[in-house]
């Protein structure tokens, strides 16, 4: 069984930053790669940010590239995004999940099988 708890979300000013964090249980952490997917009202899911289980690959959406950062500790088992210049539209609940090794579908929802409860940013303009 895989749990995923995220923290770090929260309020902030546009421009501002913020650094959510997802603790993950199991001893197989580091096999896998990790993503950030958000979730705006009345959006569909849609992805933010991925890394590849080494840590040494890493993949971002058009809207947030140049301004988040993925990154992940093996050792402590979590995964972080560091999110700079916020901007109003990023304004979502934020989700962790873990890649499906066997779906090829990277910035697909139905690429991850086990996601966190969500912590919501709330950037304000």
């Known amino acids: 069984q895989v749990q995923l708890v995220e923290s770090g979300g929260g309020l902030v000013q546009a421009g501002g930053s913020l650094r959510l964090s997802c603790a993950a249980s199991g001893r197989t952490f580091s096999s896998y790669a990790m993503g950030w997917l958000r979730q705006a009202p009345g959006k569909e899911r849609e992805f933010v940010a991925a890394?590849?289980?080494?840590?040494?690959?890493?993949y971002y959406a058009d809207s947030v590239k140049g301004r988040f950062t993925i990154s992940r500790d093996n050792a402590k088992n979590t995964v972080y995004l560091q999110m700079n210049s916020l901007k109003p539209e990023d304004t979502a609940v934020y989700f962790c999940?873990?890649?499906?090794?066997?779906?090829?579908?990277?910035?697909?929802?139905?690429?991850?099988?086990?996601w966190g409860q969500g912590t919501q940013v709330t950037v304000s303009s």
């Open positions: 890394i590849s289980w080494s840590g040494g690959s890493t």
């Open positions: 999940a873990r890649r499906d090794s066997r779906s090829p579908y990277r910035t697909e929802v139905s690429g991850y099988d086990y």
